[in-house]
């Protein structure tokens, strides 16, 4: 059964930064992609960042680039979400995702996700 359990998420003011978790069971996590979306009230699912299943290949919502740092750790079966410079636009559900293959293929594609934490950016 695969499992995606979000944590990290919570309440921080514009400019601060948060880092959010993503472990993994259920799955040989180190054999496929993994991502993040986000849904905030009022939007639809918004993609925010993907990489592989080494960790060495990423990319990111023009939204997001050069404020966030998705990484992981396969020994821990653990999925990162690095945020900075964070804005009120950011506040969102923060939701994991992982994909069917080792390459995500389609932002889109993937084929289970977590329940999400609340990230909320505010003065």
């Known amino acids: 059964e695969v499992q995606l359990v979000e944590s990290g998420g919570g309440l921080v003011q514009p400019g601060g930064s948060l880092r959010l978790s993503c472990a993994a069971s259920?799955?040989?996590?180190?054999?496929?992609?993994m991502g993040w979306v986000r849904q905030a009230p009022g939007k639809g699912r918004e993609w925010v960042s993907t990489l592989n299943s080494g960790g060495g290949s990423t990319r990111y919502a023009d939204s997001v680039k050069g404020r966030f740092t998705i990484s992981r750790d396969n020994a821990k079966n653990t999925l990162y979400l690095q945020m900075n410079s964070l804005k009120p636009e950011d506040t969102a559900v923060y939701v994991c995702?992982?994909?069917?293959?080792?390459?995500?293929?389609?932002?889109?594609?993937?084929?289970?996700w977590g329940q999400g934490t609340q990230v909320t950016v505010s003065s």
């Open positions: 995702a992982k994909y069917p293959w080792t390459h995500w293929g389609r932002t889109d594609n993937y084929d289970y």
């Open positions: 259920g799955f040989t996590f180190s054999n496929y992609a």
